[in-house]
């Protein structure tokens, strides 16, 4: 029998807003036997728990209790593959102390609750089902988890998990009580501490969720369980399940391995999992209210930390950032059927590989047999990866394979709408692939460069169409690294830069639109952080030695091993066109020549700052640095009277590393090369790997202000003269920006 065949608005109470009563709609099936209560607030687009949802589910649920016929409850969003986007992320950014949200952690625990005692699992009369699909995170998984039973759409849009800590908070509406109650304590450690977003087949898999079901038949799937039709059985943890989870022993042990993953995987600098680690351990042998609580008081004291107020803002940042590929009238940018990419190297390789591998036919074209059959080797065995953890099905696998084809020739161009080129980093070479690809290519077809350093106007100069030319410049390795550069060029159509911004969004990259400059952002910002590095070494300073400053700051990696991971011929070259493009403050040390010089280029010959899979270094005392520290390339030299010790501590020496990236990034804003300090943010975090929980380059720069910043910039300088013998720091020169936020900072300070 089918749902929903008499539908009326929640009844509120009459001081309950009217709205709220709207936001849920509540329906009874033809026999009275199952209630359906419909997720559909009229005032959003996409829904969230934001406070008019939660007080309108609140009267729904009011209502259900005072229903003496029904027999199931179903919990279901407007449509199949639209239940429920979680917590109002806006909620959260806006929140100012910890009592508040300790009270808002509270008041979505009693809704779960009440919803909780209702369903049989509760002690309640209710058969309770949550129906959901499309992405199910954080808040809305936990109203889920209030359910007896979960049905979730069997779609490749469906993901389901609990990603709170990836905020700076945890799972505070009964996340860190019910999922362990539900999968135990291992298993649910691994799913908040990872924040996980988990695709149908794991979510199962995992016994987070009970059942999947097809989008066209979820709702009636889920009836059937109410009504006791379909009958469904909790995942058998086995014998030892249970008695591990109250075993204190074995919790002290799993508890000691966890803490110590957390702390190798994030240094300690992020509070939320060490919380959420702590809540899950004890919850199996604490009583639900009581767990609550806990949880309610640690959710306050994390969302007004530092770390959480900067991932909110990330996050915010990049929700945003995918409204630029919307279409000009709304709505989203045409997405592209066919794709080409010419070179075969390591980033070519990499970009076909991750476009044939999103649904896109894509033709892969070099002159080289060798580097095709290489490209293609290194696909086969990303899809194998993939297959092996259970990431992919097999037959999506199999599509992936087959939606890669490899060319030497010059057929079946005619058929693509998108092209993009990774050719050699030469203006001419691109210049001339691109001129063969628009005679070749359909009128309407978008080109895109993969250039990291060259001018998208220069490359698209004397093109016929030159408005079709973008910039999508990849980091590498394609596969993780999160970031793209959505060039705009001077002439670049607004419809075709739209399409590439939305198509980032298709491959899983963060898009970021910037303007037509040289370096455009990453880069421009990467110049002189690493040029300073290898200042610092000419001055004294040791290579492992400032490696251990930046990663102590919260850097993956240091700057003298980030040299040896991109290249030293392709930092060489990169410095020389930020050079050309933006002057003498840009002009490199000569520190890296004699190795570009050797072939000795980092990580991909073996040699470069450091000797690569040679043996390791020894012990240097006072450097936090043991056996495991790389060793040294004796080629690598100072020049002769250079001092054995810059003098310098660690504070001066992530200042004198920091703060050229600074100036810079003052300069980007100044020249709108982007549109908010936000996307300098987001570009800094996801394609410089800037520390997350300091909330990208401005936003440390906001906590530093512009009268610190300055007066930072002049004794940089003072240090940086010394070091010359003379003037020669102009690269700690303040932008003329830091100086006009001190005069308005001056000005409301008065």
């Known amino acids: 029998m089918s749902s929903a065949e008499s539908t009326s608005p929640t009844a509120p109470p009459s001081d309950a807003p009217q709205s709220a009563a709207a936001c849920v709609r509540l329906s009874r099936s033809e026999d009275g036997a199952v209630i359906t209560l419909t997720l559909d607030p009229p005032h959003r687009k996409q ?5 008019l949802l939660m007080q309108g589910l609140d009267l729904a649920l009011a209502e259900v209790e005072r229903d003496g016929r029904a027999q199931g409850l179903v919990l279901r969003g407007r449509e199949a593959l639209h239940f429920c986007y979680g917590a109002d992320v806006e909620a959260i950014a806006a929140i100012e102390s910890a009592p508040q949200a300790e009270e808002l952690a509270r008041e979505g625990q009693r809704v779960f609750q009440r919803l909780h005692r209702l369903s049989k699992s509760g002690g309640g009369r209710l058969v309770s089902v949550a129906a959901v699909g499309g992405p199910v995170p954080g808040g809305a998984c936990e109203v889920a988890l209030a359910c007896d039973w979960i049905v979730l759409a069997d779609d490749p849009k469906s993901r389901f998990g609990l990603p709170e800590v990836k905020l700076g908070i945890l799972p505070g509406w009964g996340g860190c009580q019910r999922l362990p109650r539900r999968l135990g304590v291992p298993k649910a450690l691994a799913a908040i501490l990872s924040g996980t977003l988990y695709d149908p087949r794991r979510a199962l898999r995992l016994g987070l969720v009970d059942r999947l079901a097809k989008p066209v038949y979820l709702f009636g799937v889920a009836e059937r369980i109410a009504r006791g039709i379909e009958r469904l059985e909790a995942p058998d943890r086995g014998l030892f399940g249970p008695l591990l989870d109250q075993n204190p022993l074995a919790l002290a ?6 803490r110590a993953g957390v702390m190798r995987e994030t240094r300690g600098r992020y509070p939320a999992p060490l919380a959420a680690l702590e809540l899950v351990l004890a919850a199996p042998r604490t009583p639900l ?5 806990r949880e309610a008081a640690a959710l306050g004291a994390l969302a007004v930390t530092s770390e959480c107020k900067a991932l909110v803002s990330i996050f915010r940042s990049s929700e945003e950032a995918k409204k630029q590929g919307l279409a000009p009238g709304g709505g989203r940018s045409p997405g592209f059927q066919r794709a080409a990419v010419i070179g075969a190297g390591v980033m070519g390789g990499a970009i076909a590989s991750l476009l044939a591998e999103r649904g896109i036919p894509t033709r892969l074209k070099d002159l080289s047999r060798t580097a095709l059959d290489q490209a293609q080797r290194e696909h086969q065995e990303r899809l194998g990866r993939s297959l092996a953890r259970r990431r992919i099905e097999r037959s999506a696998h199999a599509a992936a394979l087959d939606r890669l084809e490899l060319t030497q020739g010059e057929l079946g161009f005619g058929r693509v709408d998108l092209v993009i080129e990774a050719v050699s980093e030469q203006l001419h070479v691109k210049q001339r692939v691109l001129g063969d690809l628009a005679r070749r290519c359909r009128p309407d077809a978008v080109l895109a460069t993969n250039t990291s350093s060259l001018s998208v106007g220069a490359i698209a100069a004397g093109l016929p169409a030159p408005e079709r030319v973008v910039g999508m410049h990849f980091f590498n390795p394609v596969a993780r690294m999160p970031l793209v550069e959505v060039v705009r060029g001077p002439l670049s159509d607004e419809r075709a830069v739209r399409r590439v911004v939305q198509l980032s969004l298709d491959l899983g990259k963060t898009p970021v639109l910037v303007g037509d400059r040289p370096g455009f952002v990453v880069n421009r910002l990467l110049g002189p952080y690493l040029d300073e590095a290898l200042r610092l070494f000419e001055a004294g300073a040791g290579a492992l030695e400032l490696d251990r400053v930046a990663r102590n700051f919260g850097l993956p990696m240091g700057p003298m091993a980030l040299l040896d991971e991109v290249g030293l011929d392709i930092a060489a070259h990169t410095a020389a066109s930020l050079e050309a493009g933006l002057g003498a403050r840009m002009a490199p040390t000569a520190v890296l020549a004699p190795l ?32 495991a520290g790389p060793t040294l390339n004796p080629r690598l030299r100072r020049s002769p009277g250079a001092p054995a010790s810059s003098g310098l501590g660690e504070a001066e020496l992530l200042d004198r590393l920091l703060l050229p990236m600074l100036n810079e990034a003052a300069r980007i804003l100044a020249e709108g090369v982007v549109a908010r300090p936000a996307d300098l943010d987001l570009a800094t975090v996801f394609g410089m790997g800037f520390p997350p929980f300091r909330g990208g380059l401005l936003t440390y720069a906001d906590s530093l202000g512009p009268r610190e910043v300055l007066r930072r910039l002049e004794r940089c300088r003072r240090q940086a003269d010394v070091e010359a013998r003379g003037p020669g720091a102009e690269r700690f020169e303040p932008a003329p920006l830091w100086r006009e936020l001190e005069r308005e900072n001056r000005r409301l300070r008065a």
């Open 596 to 627: 570009v010089a050797a072939g000795e280029l980092g990580k991909k010959t073996g040699r470069g700052i450091y000797l690569h899979g040679a043996r390791r270094a020894p012990a240097l005392p006072g450097l936090g640095i043991g056996p």
């Open 253 to 258: 042990l799993i508890g000691k391995q966890a």
């Open 289 to 293: 209210e009581k767990g609550l609580d």
């Open 47 to 51: 829904t969230v728990f934001d406070r």
